[in-house]
């Protein structure tokens, strides 16, 4: 078959589009039409780079979010392993015509100053996890000597 530039290109699978718009229709409502996967894993990334935020009395906090609107609660695992901190999660269903598998991992290391027993985990109606603990205050400014040679 020759295909002209610009020219009517007859769909091979007249299926796949409709299979692939309703596809898209239910990952939306799935995750909000607002809320695209991809911009959620960048917010993730951010927030595992600078997991250290102030609270509404402005003492720092450490503070991570993840994405989880897929998964039930009940398919929701956090861990820590020293001072590593595991979130998982893993869902799995079967119908007469479909079979859905997902999982989601993300590890990190908790910073010197973040005891794992102070970690709280909340899991929002949205599908929002959200980790943090208490940090210690800042110590009280202090003049350090200078030493001259």
């Not at 610009?6 to 299926?15: E, H, M, T």
Request: hydrophobic content about 40%; glycine content about 6%.
């Amino acid at each position: 078959m020759t295909v002209v530039a610009g020219a009517d290109v007859p769909c091979l699978a007249p299926g796949v589009m409709a299979d692939m718009e309703r596809w898209w229709a239910e990952r939306e409502a799935l995750l909000g039409a607002d809320s695209h996967a991809e911009t959620w894993r960048q917010k993730e990334n951010f927030l595992l780079d600078n997991p250290v935020v102030r609270d509404s009395q402005g003492r720092p906090q450490f503070r991570l979010q993840f994405d989880l609107r897929q998964f039930k609660p009940e398919e929701v695992t956090v861990r820590t392993i020293g001072q590593q901190l595991i979130v998982q999660a893993r869902h799995e269903e079967a119908g007469p015509d479909k079979k859905v598998h997902r999982e989601y991992c993300r590890q990190c290391t908790l910073p010197g100053d973040v005891t794992p027993e102070a970690l709280v985990s909340r899991l929002s109606r949205s599908g929002i996890l959200t980790i943090h603990a208490p940090l210690p205050a800042a110590e009280e400014d202090r003049v350090i000597p200078i030493d001259r040679c």
